[in-house]
Every structure is written in C-alpha cells, then in structure tokens.
C-alpha cells in the first residue's frame, strides 16, 4: 500500500454522544438546534492535533482531490462486547476532514471495519488510510 497514513484513535464519541439538541425560538415558533457535545469537542480537538503530527511524521505527501477516494480500513477494540462499530464513523470523518490534509470532504471516504477484537484495558480503533485504485467508473487509471 503506498501512500498509505496509519492512525490510532481513542474510542472516541459514537454517534449517540456526537451531537445533542436544544430548544430555541426563532420568528416566535420553537426549533431545536444542535450542537457538537463538549465530549465530542474534547475528542475532536485531540484527534485532530494527532492526525496533523501524524501526516508529518509519516511523511503522508497526497494533496487532497477532490475526485480521489479512500478506504478508511478500521480494526476496533471494544472494552465491553455491547458497542457497535457502525457508531464511530461520523466522528471520525469529521474530524479527518478539519485537517483538510488527507480530503477536502468526507463524501470521498469509504469506512471499512475490519475487525472488533475486547480490549477494556486500551480500547482504541486502529485505522488504516489509503487511497483506491478505482478512477470513477474505472477499475484503474490503465482502463481510463
């Protein structure tokens, strides 16, 4: 895998823990807004900061385009066997994206669970990032 970014993720927030609401009114008729929960701000910030040392680190050298995807391939270890992967995606995309290191968008990003293993003394996700073969509806840039 050339071109390949390694990254190592604390559990995070799940998606149930991402978001929350509050009521406010608007032109007098009441509406929920949401925000980002102080959990979820926390995280993001930290992830974030970790992805940028890592991309210089790694010497990770792709400019984002737009018209690239990637295969975000994830092996999770839980510390309890009831959480559920598919949880996990948003947060991290999200803040994959703030970079604006690796893509512009995370329309481009295919997260791909790999694994769940238990591990309650270092939950973590493990993910690996690289970039597709695939050029649109082609199988390679060679059938272009």
């Avoid at 803040?95 to 512009?104: A, R």
Wanted: charged content about 30%; glycine content about 2%.
């Amino acid at each position: 895998m050339s071109n390949a970014l390694k990254l190592t993720s604390p559990l995070g927030v799940s998606v149930n823990h991402y978001l929350a609401y509050r009521a406010i009114m608007k032109n007098g008729k009441p509406m929920a807004m949401s925000y980002k929960t102080p959990e979820a701000v926390k995280y993001q910030k930290d992830f974030k900061e970790y992805v940028i040392q890592e991309v210089k680190k790694q010497g990770y050298n792709l400019k984002p385009d737009p018209l690239q995807h990637f295969y975000i391939d994830a092996v999770f270890y839980f510390d309890r066997i009831d959480k559920d992967c598919a949880n996990y995606e948003k947060c991290l995309d999200d803040t994959i994206t703030e970079t604006q290191l690796i893509w512009k968008d995370d329309n481009v990003a295919l997260f791909r669970p790999q694994r769940i293993f238990y591990d309650k003394d270092n939950p973590r996700i493990e993910l690996t990032i690289y970039p597709v073969d695939y050029i649109g509806i082609f199988d390679s840039e060679n059938k272009t």
